[in-house]
């Protein structure tokens, strides 16, 4: 078809609307075809070669099938920035909910400071804390909650492996509830683990925690 247009062109022959559609779609064909062609694909089907690279690696993810007191992940070297993903509830017997703790390297000391801001409903307040022993990196819904509540929560840890105290940034959701926590690691060691727990009670069974790290 394509062919038999060019030619009808070629002799003078006004395209129709129809077949200028025609001739448009199949010129488009042609240079995707060309674009496809450079990019290296693999026996299997999929593309190789670094033509398609994105610069975020799953770090760790799963779904809990048993209660479980705490998560500690290794973080690798070559990434700049951390992000973190979560949703579910604990075991706790309350029905509100609990912040996810977090400790870098081991550190128990009282190197962290927290400060948030919460939406509860409708009323906002703001809280700040020096002296901690840990960062707050989520949020949990207490296992005493109507069924089907859940806390989802993101974080994120820019530069994780600089010369300066680390930082986090933190917001969490749930029925009725909004938070933004930025804590800070008073350290300038690079991030090389982190251990995750709720500040009471353990992770119930179907609690999700995904950490990626960003090149």
Known sequence: MFAELLKKMS??????????QSLYQEARQIEDAKILSKIPFALDG?????????PIDMLYS???TA?????TISVPSEHKHLLVLGAGRSTSAGNAYDA???QFNGDTGANYTQQWLRAFTTTVDAFSFTGMTEARLGHI??????????????????????????????????????RVDADMWQSTAPITEIK?????????????????GIR
Request: overall charge positive.
């Open 141 to 178: 819904t207490q296992g005493g909650a109507a069924a089907g509540v859940a806390s989802a929560f993101m974080a994120l840890i820019p530069h994780h492996r600089s010369d300066y105290f680390k930082n986090t940034i933190l917001i969490g959701s749930r029925t009725g509830l909004l």
């Open 196 to 212: 995750f727990f709720p500040a009471t009670a353990s992770f119930a069974a179907g609690f999700l925690l995904s950490v990626y």
């Open 67 to 71: 209660t479980q007191a705490s998560i």
């Open 11 to 20: 002799n003078g022959v006004k395209l129709t609307d129809l077949e200028k």
């Open 46 to 54: 999929k593309i190789g070669g670094g033509a398609l690279e994105f």
């Open 100 to 102: 996810i703790l977090a």
């Open 62 to 64: 799963n779904v809990l």
